[in-house]
Every structure is written in C-alpha cells, then in structure tokens.
C-alpha cells in the first residue's frame, strides 16, 4: 500500500525511540532500513509549502540539492490528505492523524489543542526538540516543545525562509535541539502573490534549494533530513501544474556533517 503523510510522525517517532498513541499512519520500513547502520544524532523535517509531485518534477533543475539528498538517500511520493491547505496537512504531518483525528483546521485551533505532536511527545520523553516556523504557529507552540522560534515576513519571503534556515542551523548548534520542523514558503507564496509566469516558480525554487544548500553545509552533527510539502499547488490559476496528481515529494536523506552529499556531484 502507498504511504501517505500520515506516516511520516510513526517513522520520526519509531527512529527517536517513542510511540505515538493511537495513530492513523504506520511507520516507512524503507527508511527505518536505510537509518540501521547509520549513525542519526538528530532528525531535520523541512516541510516546503505547496509542491506536489508533479510540480517537484517539473521544478527538476530547480532543485539540485534536493536531487542530491534523494540520490543519496530515498525518495518516495506520498499521498497527501484533504483538505490539502497548510494548517490541517501540517498537523497531520506532526501528528500521523488524520485532520477528523487531530481537528487542527485553523492556527487557532492549535493553541488549546489537546492532541500531542511528535515534537511534544518527544520533548516529553526527554529528546529536545523545536521547531521554526511564522510567528502566530510558534506562538502557539511556546512552552509545549524545547524550542519555538516565529519568524515574521517583514521583507518578503525570500528573506523570511533564509531567517527560518539560519535559526534551524542556530536551533541544532546551540540548543541541543534532536528533533527540529521548519517550514519554508517561498513556492506557495510565489503561486499566491506573485507568480505570472513560469519563471517565477524556477526562481522561488532556487531560493529554497539554495537554504538547503546552507543547511546541509552548516550542520554540524550527522542528521537524517526528512524533506517533504503539505501539498500539491491549491492556487487554481496554477493548479494545472500539478496534473491532477495529489502525491507530494518525501525526501530522506543522511547528511554526515563531514560528507554531505553536494550538488552537482
Ligand atoms: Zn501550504
């Protein structure tokens, strides 16, 4: 059976040494293989907003330091949940619920919410963990893991995913951080605000390949990089992009801090 984001949570969760409670999803044997005679210290998931596999494709030559992670490492395309918009997707990429499980629709609904994320549950078993994300989502996230971080978009958001890079590299060097999401945006918000042509997604993919690039140089430990979207494009003018196909990209890759696998290798 194809996996879906419903089994990302179980894989970090059974890696880390945790059990989630009544999850939805099951754990991705394939990358529970691949970590075996690695040696992991701590688990980055990148989660990049809107691209679908189709687009991921697309995007190829866009995208050479993801191409390299998957080279290197497993690629996998998932199913992705309805509703298929950022809050319910991420949610259920933190959790392994489903969104009629975890009920996490709005922001909002994530501040009181009694249901646990995988960053929670870890951080309650004593692995440190955090997360980096735009503001109002960190807020809400403030004293429930070791590490919420909330980045604003003030100067566009070419700018406010370089910051959520450098404060993932920050998290992970100073914090002792084991267990980190971040959420880069430039290609969903490229698809909302700006796009007009083509080009324009070749040029916000770059720039989200590029803090990739810096993450993998600038970690300092060995770390499995689980990189994957919330969803394919839901903006319709664009839609057309993702060819009617719901599955998002699932990237795991080891980075050794020594040895990273770079682009164009
Ligand atoms: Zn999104």
């Known amino acids: 059976m194809k996996y879906t984001q419903l ?3 179980p894989t970090i969760s059974s890696l880390l040494g945790f059990e989630i409670p009544d999850k939805d999803g099951r754990e991705i044997e394939e990358i529970r293989v691949y970590c075996e005679d690695k040696n992991i210290d701590q688990i980055l998931l990148i989660v990049v907003d809107g691209v679908g596999a189709s687009l991921y494709k697309k995007l190829n030559g866009a995208l050479g330091q993801f191409r390299a992670l998957s080279e290197e490492g497993l690629f996998f395309e998932i199913r992705s949940l309805a509703p298929r918009i950022t809050t319910p997707n991420v949610g259920t990429i933190l959790t392994g619920y ?7 629709y709005e922001v909002a609904d994530t501040f009181y919410t009694p249901v646990k994320s995988i960053l929670e549950i870890a951080s309650d078993s004593g692995i440190k963990s ?3 994300i735009e503001l109002l989502g960190a807020k809400a996230m403030l004293n429930r893991v070791d590490l919420a971080i909330g980045v604003e978009n003030l100067h566009g958001i070419i700018d406010y995913d370089r910051r959520i890079t ?3 590299l920050k998290a992970f060097r100073s ?3 084991r267990l980190l999401m971040i959420h880069l945006r430039a290609i ?3 698809a909302h605000h700006y796009a007009k042509a083509w080009d324009d997604f ?3 993919a770059r720039t989200i390949d590029e803090n990739l690039e810096r993450i993998c140089q600038g970690l300092c430990r060995p770390t499995l990089i689980l990189a994957t979207s919330d969803h394919p494009i839901h903006v319709e003018k664009w839609a057309h992009l993702e060819n009617n196909n719901t599955d998002v990209p699932l990237i795991a890759s080891y980075v050794n801090a020594a040895s ?3 682009k164009g290798e």
Do not use: M, Q, Y
């Open 7 to 9: 089994d990302i949570a």
């Open 98 to 104: 489903t969104p009629e499980h975890h009920r996490l």
């Open 130 to 132: 955090g997360i980096v």
């Open 166 to 168: 450098d404060l993932a």
């Open 175 to 177: 914090e002792g951080i």
């Open 188 to 190: 969903d918000n490229c």
């Open 202 to 204: 070749i040029f916000s």
């Open 260 to 262: 990273g696998p770079k």
